[in-house]
């Protein structure tokens, strides 16, 4: 081994031995700007356990971090959290190269590790609330199926406090910092915030349901070590807080202009939809022409937004490509409570505006009104009536949410 890369003590008996991914941009459709890390720890305690793995391009970086502290084949636990690739790729070769005495998962996380590797590993299965003995110490399993993952599990740590979250309270940021309190915090709740909103929304009543769990398991949390990104030390309950409300969906006087645009009639249209709902009152306006807005910035400024309005032209009697791929990431999100409209121009098939009003109706968007489509190029009329329906998704996005947003 290059004997460059050590392990990072974070806490009086964890280290973190993971990997930093500085050219990560794209994580499964989701843009990853700032890269990830792949958190993986070593926990010395009379059992030394290692919990979880790395992607399998970082194998060699997480086992010269381990034996920058111990002999790698002291390991007699790998705890496997969640088995997703970025946190198992190099579990097979691990345990080929330490052969530990046993590897730990649940019960969905076993039958995945065996769907993935085709291998004849046995894996202990623990349950929810199950202990394992360390010697001086514990390991805490609770279940938290389907965050993201059916296997998903925390695992929490006795006496230090430490909960291991895998995914759940997590953010892909790489950073040489391990702890949240050493970055900018309005980077890491904007990083937060984007990994929830592409990632964990659509099982945010699930989310809802584990931090309502959390105060009746008696947990002395002081710190939350997730898979991604920096370790929550100062303040761990102030994740908690921003996934709380953040479950809830609870929406803000905020809009989100999203559109494309083929000969910039849609385009003009957008503006004068963003005149109505800023002459109607709203300050917080997002306009995300997707020319040069990923779909995942369009999903992180929807988490908090009231209302979402779409506008496409017509190609081959379809939406266009780019909405459609908008629409379709935003659709699996399943985001809820939102006010949403649609504009468009068409040439001789108005077809664009009819199937966004039915995606926006099959997400559970409640329209404005029918929306509004042009024929070519949209004269003064045609601009009023989306003048007009900016001012209508203003009027009810006042009503739902009568005081300002904390941010207006």
Same mark, same amino acid.
Request: with cysteine; proline share 5%.
């Given at each position: 081994?290059?004997? #460059?890369?050590?392990? /990072?003590?974070?806490?009086?008996? #964890?280290? =973190? ?26 926990v010395l305690t009379d059992q030394v356990v290692l919990i979880d793995t790395v992607k399998a391009s970082f194998k060699d970086q997480m086992m010269e971090r381990i034996a920058s502290v111990i002999d790698p084949a002291r390991i007699q636990t790998i705890v496997s959290n969640h088995s997703e690739l970025d946190h198992t790729g190099s579990l097979p070769a691990t ?9 730990? +998962?649940? *019960? &969905? ?9 085709? =291998?004849?590993?046995?894996? !202990? ?14 390991? !805490? ?8 993952? &059916?296997?998903?599990?925390? %695992?929490?740590?006795?006496?230090? *406090? ?37 990632? /964990? ?28 990104? &920096? ?7 102030? /994740? ?5 409300? =953040?479950? %809830? ?5 905020? %809009? ?17 939809? #963003?005149?109505?709902?800023? *002459? ?6 997002? #306009? ?17 937004? *009231? ?11 379809? /939406?266009? &490509? ?59 009329? %045609? ?10 998704? +203003?009027?009810?996005?006042i009503e739902r949410h009568p005081e300002p947003s904390p941010a207006e």
């Amino acid at each position: 081994m290059s004997e #460059v890369f050590n392990a /990072i003590q974070v806490a009086d008996r #964890v280290f =973190w031995v993971g990997a930093i991914d500085w050219e990560l941009r794209d994580f499964h459709g989701y843009l990853t700007s700032r890269g990830t890390t792949y958190n993986a720890y070593l926990v010395l305690t009379d059992q030394v356990v290692l919990i979880d793995t790395v992607k399998a391009s970082f194998k060699d970086q997480m086992m010269e971090r381990i034996a920058s502290v111990i002999d790698p084949a002291r390991i007699q636990t790998i705890v496997s959290n969640h088995s997703e690739l970025d946190h198992t790729g190099s579990l097979p070769a691990t345990i080929e190269r330490i052969r530990p005495e046993r590897v730990v +998962a649940s *019960g &969905p996380g076993a039958k995945a590790l065996k769907e993935h590797f085709h =291998w004849n590993q046995p894996v !202990q299965v623990v349950k929810d609330g199950e202990k394992l003995d360390l010697g001086n110490g514990s390991l !805490q399993f609770f279940e938290a199926r389907m965050l993201h993952w &059916p296997d998903s599990q925390l %695992a929490y740590l006795e006496p230090d *406090g430490i909960l291991f979250s895998n995914d759940v309270f997590g953010m892909h940021l790489a950073s040489t910092e391990r702890f949240a309190e050493q970055l900018d915090c309005a980077l890491v709740i904007q990083e937060a915030a984007r990994y929830y909103a592409n990632i /964990i929304l659509p099982y945010s009543k699930k989310v809802t349901r584990l931090i309502e769990k959390l105060p009746t398991l008696s947990l002395d949390i002081r710190q939350i070590m997730p898979d991604h990104g &920096p370790i929550w030390r100062q303040d761990p309950g102030q /994740i908690v807080e921003l996934y709380r409300t =953040w479950a %809830a969906q609870q929406r803000t006087r905020k %809009a989100v202009v999203v559109y494309d645009t083929m000969w910039q009639s849609t385009a003009k249209m957008s503006r004068a939809v #963003v005149e109505g709902l800023v *002459g109607g009152g709203i300050d917080q306006v997002r #306009v995300m022409p997707l020319e040069g807005s990923h779909r995942s910035d369009v999903a992180t400024e929807v988490l908090d937004a *009231g209302a979402l309005l779409v506008g496409s032209p017509t190609l081959n009697n379809e /939406i266009y &490509p780019t909405v459609a791929d908008v629409m379709t990431y935003l659709k699996g999100l399943s985001p809820a409570n939102l006010l949403g409209a649609s504009f468009g121009s068409y040439g001789w098939s108005p077809q664009s505006v009819k199937q966004l009003d039915r995606m926006l109706t099959e997400m559970g968007v409640q329209l404005v009104s029918e929306g509004v489509a042009v024929q070519y190029v949209p004269d003064a009329a %045609a601009l009023e009536r989306c003048r007009a329906l900016g001012a209508a998704t +203003a009027a009810q996005l006042i009503e739902r949410h009568p005081e300002p947003s904390p941010a207006e």
